[in-house]
Structures are given as C-alpha cells and as structure tokens.
C-alpha cells in the first residue's frame, strides 16, 4: 500500500485565501453599482461585513488592473480632505462583466449549497 | 498637503512612498504618478481619522510586495488586451527589474522566442536559399559530429550532408510558432503563480 501524502496543515488557509482572492473582483464590481466610490470607501464596504480583505494593499492594484481592462473608470475629484481622491465608476463593460460573474455565482452558489445539505443536517443532529 | 501629526510619521510615509516609487520603476511616469498620489491619500486619511501610521502600512503591505502586484497585474492587463511576444517582453523586461523571479523567466523567455523565431526563419529561408539552408551535419577535424541551422546566406561545409531537406519548411514554421505561443503562455502563467503567491501571504 502506497503512503499517503500527509497533507500541508495549512491547506485549509490556502483554499480560503484561493476563495477570497476569487471573489474580490466581483465584490469590487459590485461595490461601484451603484455609483462612483474612492479607495477608502470601496474597502470600507468590503470590509464591512465581510472578511473578504486580508491585506488593503492588494485592493488598488485591482482597481488599476479593472481599469486598464476598460471594466472601471477613474477620476480626480478634490476634496475636504486636502488629498484629491481617485473615484472609480463602472463602465458599460464593467456592468456587463459584473452582471455575467453574478450569474455565475449565483449558479455556482445554489449548486454547491444543495451539495452542501447532508453536511447541514449531520451538524443538526449533533 | 496636509500633514500627519507627528513629524516622525511623516518621515515614515515619505520613505514607504519612496520606496513604492522606486520600486514602480518601469510603469509609465504618470501612472506612477497616479499610484502615489493614491497611497498618499489613503495614508492621510486613514491616519486623520485615528489610525496608526504603522497600522495603515502594516494592512498596505510593504512597498516591495505592493509594487510588484501592480507590475504583474501591468503584464497581464496587457497580455489580455494583445498576446504579441514584443507586449509580453516589454512587461517581463519591467518584471525582471523588480525581482529575480521575473529576471529567470526573462531569461526563459527571451530564449524561447530567439529559438521560435530562428526556426520560423529558417522554414522561410529554405524558400529563398534551396541549396545551401537546412540542417547540415558534418565530421568535423578532430572527427566529432556537428549539426547546424544554416540560413543559406554561406554555402554549407565541405562534405556536409543535408538532415530534413524540404522538411524543414513546415517543420520550422509549426516547431517554431509552436514554441513563440507557448513561451508566452509560459511568461503569462508564471506572473499568474507569482500574482497567486503573492495574495495570499
């Protein structure tokens, strides 16, 4: 009999930050539907509620690569603050992808959810 | 500009978005322009509304690794838009002066598509030069073997043989596009890995 590999303790970890990573895209998207945000406020609606951020820094690299896909816009806009702030708006493309990565999602999550179930009721019998 | 509260910190904030700038080296000018002006904001802000400057950093990452997520993400946007090998050069070019990771894939690359590209020429130049391009063989003095690529532009050695005659035509242009497309698919999918490390650290 062949050993088996004895699996890395941290895998667990490795397919949630897969997960994550997987998702961020779409959560961004989807937190410039319904209007033009900065950086801050984008993570600020990423991070509440949801534990989808790890590190800040990896959020504005999305947005610079969103833009050069044409998926988002940006602009300059002055304010209070004393720093201008760069607000990113979606464009027709970007509405588009957000809607398709939706469906997809949504079909992805029903089915996973329903292949999920006997786990569901193993947990409510213990 | 506003400035943070304490004169320390600012210090600290010049010498992570000095870095950041180095490291950027490559982008366009005025992206990294952009880029700076970004994390500048983000820094006062977040330290404006109580945030240490060593917390707002630390959530950031450090400049190295924020840096190199927008180089990767540079080479790939472009490889999305047009798969030519000058594109995907012109981004492991930027990579390699950032890290040894995307120096050894430079190197990689670059050879992959000098041997494509040696291979297409020869298909085409065994149209042009029927007599003399091709795969030659001969002995040499000490009595060795050689084989070489010859593009016909000199007669091949004396006593040389001839390997593929004709056949080096379809076979230098299928081998050696083969080998341009899979270079760059080779490039693409080490910034993928790269980028995926990177996120998840």
Redesign the interface.
């Given at each position: 009999m062949k050993n088996l590999p004895i699996p890395e303790r941290d895998d667990g970890e490795k397919w949630e930050v897969q997960l994550r990573k997987g998702c961020l895209e779409l959560a961004v998207l989807a937190a410039l539907w319904d209007g033009p945000r900065y950086g801050l406020e984008i993570l600020a609606r990423l991070e509440s509620g949801s534990d989808l951020v790890v590190s800040e820094g990896t959020v504005y690299p999305l947005l610079s690569r969103l833009k050069g896909l044409g998926l988002v816009r940006s602009e300059w806009v002055e304010s209070e603050s004393g720093h201008p702030r760069k607000y990113y708006e979606l464009t027709a493309a970007g509405r588009q992808r957000a809607t398709e990565m939706q469906a997809t999602w949504s079909r992805f999550a029903g089915s996973m959810s329903k292949l999920l179930a006997p786990l569901h009721k193993e947990k409510a019998k213990a | 500009?506003?400035k943070a509260s304490t004169g320390g910190g600012q210090e600290k904030v010049e010498a992570y978005l000095g870095e950041l700038r180095r490291r950027l080296r490559g982008l366009e000018e005025a992206?990294v322009g952009?880029?700076l002006?970004?994390?500048?904001?983000?820094i006062?802000?977040?330290t404006?509304a109580g945030a240490s400057i060593e917390a707002v950093m630390a959530?950031?990452?450090n400049p190295e690794?924020?840096a190199r997520?927008?180089l990767t993400?540079?080479l790939?946007?472009?490889a999305?838009?047009s798969r030519s090998p000058w594109r995907v050069l012109d981004g492991l070019f930027r990579w390699a002066s950032l890290s040894m990771a995307g120096f050894l894939v430079l190197v990689v690359s670059l050879l992959g598509y000098f041997a494509g590209a040696v291979l297409v020429l020869l298909g085409v130049l065994k149209l042009f030069h029927p007599q003399t391009a091709g795969v030659w063989t001969w002995m040499d003095a000490a009595g060795t073997r050689e084989i070489s690529l010859r593009m016909g532009f000199y007669g091949p050695p004396a006593g040389a043989r001839e390997l593929l005659g004709w056949w080096v035509v379809p076979l230098g242009l299928v081998v050696g596009c083969g080998l341009l497309v899979l270079t760059t698919r080779f490039a693409l999918w080490c910034a993928r890995q790269y980028r995926?490390r990177r996120?998840?650290?």
């Amino acid at each position: 009999m062949k050993n088996l590999p004895i699996p890395e303790r941290d895998d667990g970890e490795k397919w949630e930050v897969q997960l994550r990573k997987g998702c961020l895209e779409l959560a961004v998207l989807a937190a410039l539907w319904d209007g033009p945000r900065y950086g801050l406020e984008i993570l600020a609606r990423l991070e509440s509620g949801s534990d989808l951020v790890v590190s800040e820094g990896t959020v504005y690299p999305l947005l610079s690569r969103l833009k050069g896909l044409g998926l988002v816009r940006s602009e300059w806009v002055e304010s209070e603050s004393g720093h201008p702030r760069k607000y990113y708006e979606l464009t027709a493309a970007g509405r588009q992808r957000a809607t398709e990565m939706q469906a997809t999602w949504s079909r992805f999550a029903g089915s996973m959810s329903k292949l999920l179930a006997p786990l569901h009721k193993e947990k409510a019998k213990a | 500009m506003s400035k943070a509260s304490t004169g320390g910190g600012q210090e600290k904030v010049e010498a992570y978005l000095g870095e950041l700038r180095r490291r950027l080296r490559g982008l366009e000018e005025a992206q990294v322009g952009e880029v700076l002006e970004e994390i500048r904001g983000h820094i006062a802000e977040k330290t404006a509304a109580g945030a240490s400057i060593e917390a707002v950093m630390a959530a950031l990452g450090n400049p190295e690794a924020l840096a190199r997520e927008y180089l990767t993400d540079a080479l790939l946007a472009r490889a999305e838009i047009s798969r030519s090998p000058w594109r995907v050069l012109d981004g492991l070019f930027r990579w390699a002066s950032l890290s040894m990771a995307g120096f050894l894939v430079l190197v990689v690359s670059l050879l992959g598509y000098f041997a494509g590209a040696v291979l297409v020429l020869l298909g085409v130049l065994k149209l042009f030069h029927p007599q003399t391009a091709g795969v030659w063989t001969w002995m040499d003095a000490a009595g060795t073997r050689e084989i070489s690529l010859r593009m016909g532009f000199y007669g091949p050695p004396a006593g040389a043989r001839e390997l593929l005659g004709w056949w080096v035509v379809p076979l230098g242009l299928v081998v050696g596009c083969g080998l341009l497309v899979l270079t760059t698919r080779f490039a693409l999918w080490c910034a993928r890995q790269y980028r995926g490390r990177r996120g998840s650290q």
